[in-house]
């Protein structure tokens, strides 16, 4: 297992902290919303080219070998007996081998990962709620999780089709994402199923949402503003208008077993990457992550306030 990342916010000796504190939905746009358009921050050269198929070998192999091998073993069998101990030991395999991407990102790629806002204890059940800016904002929520040990326990929102994917489709079955169809008569009880399933305490859970749905383009983003206007929301530039229902769902079925809600803003400096970006470390040379911990008493119980409140 990869030598985590320490417990400081700034991961590189000297970095400096940045606060995104009021920026509001400008935030991601320090960073990338010209990014698009600019050089790539490292040359891929025909070294990072080979480095990084070494690396995706690697990673993929091992969690083929982990799946097919170890899984039943693992995940399966201990269910017939405590599902608490399942998810335990399951966790612990996961989270030894996700921890080889935040290796990847920040001690091969040298991508420096910089933390601002609020400081997180190490709390064990959490939601996480986040922007959506690209295919690649998850994977660095992992880079948080790991500094609190929790990287095993990351369970996210995700697109029902992803079941279908070779290899990933098993692994995100093992691994307890919740998949949802985005149809609500459809997705309603499925989210009850899943977070009634996890109200034991003992089970340390970070749910991970991200309320825009999926990743932002300007055309999703107009399309958005449209269908808001006639609602009376207001004007986003760099977000997605938020699917609010199955965020407070998930929240309101959760909070009783919930210690804080962790809001995310993430901002790439200067572009946006693609996984391919990552696999390669020609980008970003920067990810900065702002924190707003909300503690679970603080949040309205009502969801009609909980989605203006929160959710914008």
Sequence with gaps: MPTPPGD???SKPGAESLSLDDLGDQAPAMYSSQGDKLHLH??????RRVRGLVCLAILLLTAFVALVLLSPVVHFLPRFFSVHYSRLWTSYFIGNWLSMW???FEEV????VIFAGDKVPKENRVMVMCNHRTEVDWMYIWNLAIRKGKIGYCKY?????????PLFGWAFYVFEFLMLHRKWEVDAPVIKTYIDSFQ????????????EGTDFSEAKRDTGNAIGRE????????????????FVTCLSQSRCSLDAVYDLTIGYKKRCPLFINNVFGTDP??????IRRIPISEIPQSEDVLQDDVAF
């Design 8 to 10: 400081a916010y700034a």
């Design 285 to 290: 040379s920067e990810v900065h992550i702002h």
């Design 42 to 47: 490292r040359p891929l050269t025909l070294f």
């Design 200 to 211: 034991d305490k003992r089970d340390p859970l970070w749910l991970v949402v991200f309320p």
């Design 157 to 165: 929102a995700v697109k029902n089709s992803v079941k279908n994917l």
């Design 109 to 112: 790629n040298e991508t420096k």
């Design 102 to 104: 935040p290796y990847l």
């Design 231 to 246: 609602k009376g929301y207001p004007e986003l530039v760099n977000v997605l208008q938020p699917r609010t229902r199955g």
